[in-house]
């Protein structure tokens, strides 16, 4: 039998999602038939509904093997290098390099933003890995590996199901400069379908079978004969979406030369604002509410100078 305190990290989610995190090894048809069984009590009283929401200060009595209890894995300590541009008691946003991953992908990246992060928070104390029974500090949106910019990351549970309301209702704004090749005369917004490949991605004018429907609007900051600098806001969050739906309208990204550019890398792509546009209650995120952040592309700072 174990025995587990539940923190304010574990609570306010369902106990059959606590219990798949805490007890990794054990299958599926076995945990909801210990749940049936009375193997898993909350404060003394069997619970047989996996729905139950887990409060802070629960006690948990669980009644499987030993076998399905995985040993904790000693946190072993990485690369602290980060660039924060903004941190508080629930969030840091940091400016992520072009060329570092966000999490482990296929090829096994042991050096990852989330891995600097977390180290960072172990080094402050921020991070105790053996008081944790479910969760760890996380990052709640994505960039790929040749893009940089803003990620934003969360240090506990209660805010990191805020964020990811937020994004979900598109209450974060998440801005893009970039510089395409070619001429860009006006503004404008694009809508295309997007199909994912096994390596790239393919975007349409009809609809396809498995395709999605992307939008991207795009400001022209400036121009010159062959490039453009733009800023981009995506109406719709899909992979890729913004260097394959450039290059479908013939102005790839400079420097991306899986989408067509001709120009060698780096890809000129930055993830440069984020603006916290809160029209809901965001709880012990209020304090965010129409806060902005931004960072100054690189490839911004040239481009009026170029020739």
Known sequence: MREVTINSNDAMQRLDKFLTKYM????????YKGLRKNCVRVNGKH?????????????LSLYFKDEF??????FINGSTDIDIIYEDNNILLINKPRGLVVHSDDKGSGDTLLKRMQSYLYETGEYNPEAENSFSPALANRLDQNTSGIIIGVKNAPALRIINEKIRAREIRKLYMCVVEGYIKKDGTLSAFLTRGEKKVSVTDTETENSKKIITAYNVI?????????EIELGTGRTHQIRAQMAHIGHPLWGDTKYGSVHKPPMMLTSYKLIFNFTSDAGI??????????????????FSQEK
């Open 24 to 31: 990794r090894n054990i299958p599926q048809n076995m945990l």
């Open 69 to 74: 209890f995985e040993n904790k894995k000693q």
């Open 285 to 302: 995120l209020n304090y965010l509410r129409n806060r902005e952040f931004h960072i100054t592309a690189d490839f911004s700072r040239t």
């Open 47 to 59: 619970v047989k509904d996996g729905k139950y929401m887990l409060h802070d200060g629960d006690i």
């Open 222 to 230: 400036s121009a010159q004969k062959d490039k453009s600098l733009l």
